[in-house]
């Protein structure tokens, strides 16, 4: 959504339309082929996309450095891969648990969405890699979305997202990205 890397330091026009066609084609991609379980291997070839050979924002590798986004620090680096871990971990479950509920002909909406957008919310939280973290949190909540045929939140008030954002970061409290996750889906549907 941002125009200035982890670093501070305005991306050019050039580099710009780069990571815009590197959003286009993996999400081109990620919707025509679908993998059916998300893993760590996945997220790091997406995010290795996502960075369009930008160097400065080290594709596909674990942040070896603190990180402040907005008012939040991001995970220890130290911690990076066993909080990814148990992410993956925890996103597994949930995955199944839908499944499970999808083969029984239930109404999947409210809770796919529901797991898309915290899923979407410990990525960013995380911050496993120096840049393009809310790129890969916002191109895996798609994902999750097309995979069970749900709208997909498109986040148009960057303020209010951001503030969505920072209070689950304190908090763990979802209810504010999942009321804008809700109507982005009102607005699209």
Request: charged residues 15%; hydrophobic residues 45%; positive net charge.
């Given at each position: 959504m941002g125009h200035t890397g982890s670093d501070g330091r305005p991306f050019t026009p050039q580099e710009q339309e780069r990571l815009q066609q590197a959003l286009l084609s993996v999400t081109r991609q990620v919707a025509a082929s679908p993998p059916s379980v998300l893993s760590e291997a996945e997220l790091q070839a997406w995010h290795v996309t996502l960075c369009a050979g930008i160097e400065a924002m080290q594709p596909g590798h674990y942040r070896q450095a603190e990180i402040t986004f907005g008012s939040f620090l991001g995970t220890a680096p130290r911690l990076i891969p066993r909080e990814m871990a148990a992410l993956l971990e925890q996103h597994h479950e949930g995955l199944s648990s839908l499944e499970e509920r999808q083969q029984a002909g239930e109404d999947l909406?409210?809770?796919?969405?529901?797991?898309?957008?915290?899923?979407?919310?410990?990525?960013?939280?995380?911050?496993?890699?120096?840049?393009?973290?809310?790129?890969?949190?916002?191109?895996?909540?798609?994902?999750?979305?097309?995979?069970?045929?749900?709208?997909?939140?498109?986040?148009?008030?960057?303020?209010?997202?951001?503030?969505?954002?920072?209070?689950?970061?304190?908090?763990?409290?979802?209810?504010?990205?999942l009321q804008l996750s809700q109507e982005s889906q009102r607005r699209l549907g």
């Open positions: 909406a409210q809770a796919v969405l529901h797991h898309a957008t915290w899923l979407h919310a410990e990525l960013i939280r995380i911050h496993p890699y120096w840049d393009g973290n809310g790129r890969l949190a916002r191109l895996v909540q798609a994902w999750l979305c097309w995979r069970f045929d749900q709208p997909v939140p498109i986040y148009t008030n960057r303020a209010r997202y951001l503030a969505a954002l920072n209070r689950y970061h304190h908090t763990r409290d979802l209810t504010l990205l």
